[in-house]
């Protein structure tokens, strides 16, 4: 990773990356960990160029992939073993 990455999580098993276009926001988590496990976001807010201000993520449902759900904040987000998520910025 480099020396400050847009986002990260709180579980060196569980990697963040972001992705912009224009002014749309995805975050693509996925787990290494062998167990499920919840994590926190840590969005370097000025890299990305957002406020933490009423922020929310929402995963758009995806057959085959990931059920559609809201997260609010950069609270919990449970991510199963060798799984992760798609969040949209909102």
Not at 41 to 66: M, P, T, Y
């Amino acid at each position: 990773m480099g020396k400050n990455p847009a986002v990260t999580t709180d579980n060196d098993k569980v990697l963040a990356t972001a992705y912009r276009n224009g002014h749309k926001l995805l975050i693509a988590l996925a787990s290494w960990d062998t167990a499920a496990t919840t994590v926190h976001l840590k969005l370097n807010w000025e890299k990305l160029g957002i406020s933490a201000e009423q922020i929310s993520f929402v995963a758009r449902d995806i057959k085959d992939f990931q059920p559609g759900k809201a997260f609010k904040g950069t609270g919990a987000i449970e991510v199963k073993p060798g799984k992760g998520w798609l969040l949209e910025v909102q």
